[in-house]
């Protein structure tokens, strides 16, 4: 075995090495000991051949990120810190157009596609006030170019912002099946409303029944690195948004610690009142004024509607989306218990998460918080994604 001399430093590391900002780390920092952990993990893949099989493997590269995972965590609760958060320009990049921002309320809303996001966009829009957005705020947020995103600040101010209490940050979860189930309906059985169904635009099929479409969801999703977009089989972090995992939205992997509030798409109307009210702007945005947006109500050609636009009914009090759910759909009749059981299983991290957080579709709204203390659990997702379908 060989050993560093007296007062040297370990292979692959410089005693002058300094960081981005000038410093240099202090003796025995967490970042040289990280980058002790990951020079020793690269030797370790150069002798991958005479290390063994994929267990050697796992043994030799997971182990020693664990412990130094563990070895972190416990000083951290050692010395009573707060964990901060912190954003990176990829991060937000990521993120891209699913977080919205509303500085005046201090508000920031992490859109889930097939959960309530175009309702909630529009709210976003209303907030702005009627003299800058002129009523537009009904018609359909998803193609405008003046969204107020998060993805358009600064990596320091959004920090800022993820980690001071006096921010709402909030994000509605619906049940993995249902939305999977919602997300066919919408985008493939019923897609030629948006040109071409997704069958076509994404799979080059000319039809693909529910089936074929949980064969290609709960397919083994490639564990080469970095993901790409193409890799449109299983789930992974690049997988369509309007089925991909639920926590791997808006980094909620990281950052869902920050939510203080986490609603329920099956009580969407109870906390969605719960949300405005606790920032005190029920009354003005949310109890009165959604009706059917502007471009229906012409359509129908219904004066008295025309006339009680100002006034309508409460947020999510109807649901006027063009792809809801109606009765002739039957949505019972897509599931049988076999591909009931595969989604599940192919979603377990987010009914994983759901529990980690004490989080109840039928139940009242938490928070996030736990999910720093539980996520650890995960640690194989986490700390080594080669072994595992993050």
């Known amino acids: 075995m060989i050993r560093n001399a007296p007062g040297t ?115 976003f829009f209303r907030l702005q006030g009627k003299n800058k957005d002129r009523g537009r705020w009904r018609g359909d947020p998803h193609f405008r170019s003046d969204k107020p995103l998060f993805s358009g600040i600064d990596p320091e101010e959004a920090t800022q912002i993820i980690n001071d209490p006096e921010w709402t940050k909030f994000v509605f979860f619906r049940d993995p099946a249902e939305r999977l189930l919602s997300a066919y309906i919408d985008k493939f059985e019923k897609g030629a409303r948006y040109g071409h169904s997704y069958s076509v635009r994404l799979y080059k099929r000319k039809h693909m029944n529910f089936s074929d479409f949980v064969d290609v969801v709960t397919a083994p999703s490639k564990i080469t ?18 089925w991909r995992n639920q926590r791997f939205m808006c980094n909620l992997e990281k950052f869902l610690p920050a939510y203080n509030f986490v609603g329920s798409f099956s009580k969407l109307r109870e906390h969605a009142e719960l949300l405005l009210r606790a920032k005190g702007i029920w009354d003005e945005y949310g109890a009165s004024g959604w009706t059917p947006t502007q471009h229906n109500v012409r359509r129908k050609r219904n004066k008295n509607a025309i006339n009680n636009l100002s006034e309508g009914t409460a947020m999510f009090a109807q649901n006027h989306a063009w792809h809801r759910a109606r009765p002739q759909d039957k949505r019972h009749d897509y599931w049988t218990q076999d591909l009931l059981a595969r989604v599940k299983a192919a979603y377990k991290l987010d009914y994983d998460m759901f529990d980690a957080i004490g989080f109840r579709l039928d139940g009242p709204p938490t928070r996030g918080a736990s999910w720093a203390q539980n996520k650890s659990r995960h640690f194989l997702c986490l700390m080594a994604p080669e072994f595992a379908p993050c």
């Open 225 to 242: 690195a970095p993901r790409k977009r193409s890799d449109l089989s299983g789930l992974h972090a690049w997988t369509n948004p309007h």
């Open 9 to 123: 430093t370990p292979r692959g590391l410089s005693r002058d090495r300094i960081d981005d900002d000038g410093s240099r780390p202090p003796p025995g920092s967490a970042r040289i000991q990280l980058a002790f952990v990951q020079r020793r993990d690269h030797d370790l893949l150069a002798t991958q051949d005479r290390a063994g099989p994929t267990v050697s493997r796992v043994f030799y590269l997971v182990l020693p990120r664990w412990c130094f995972f563990v070895a972190a965590h416990a000083k951290t609760k050692e010395k009573n810190l707060d964990v901060r958060l912190e954003y990176r320009r990829v991060e937000l990049k990521y993120a891209s157009h699913h977080m919205f921002v509303n500085r005046e309320h201090k508000l920031l809303y992490c859109a889930v596609p097939k959960v309530a996001c175009t309702e909630f966009m529009r709210l």
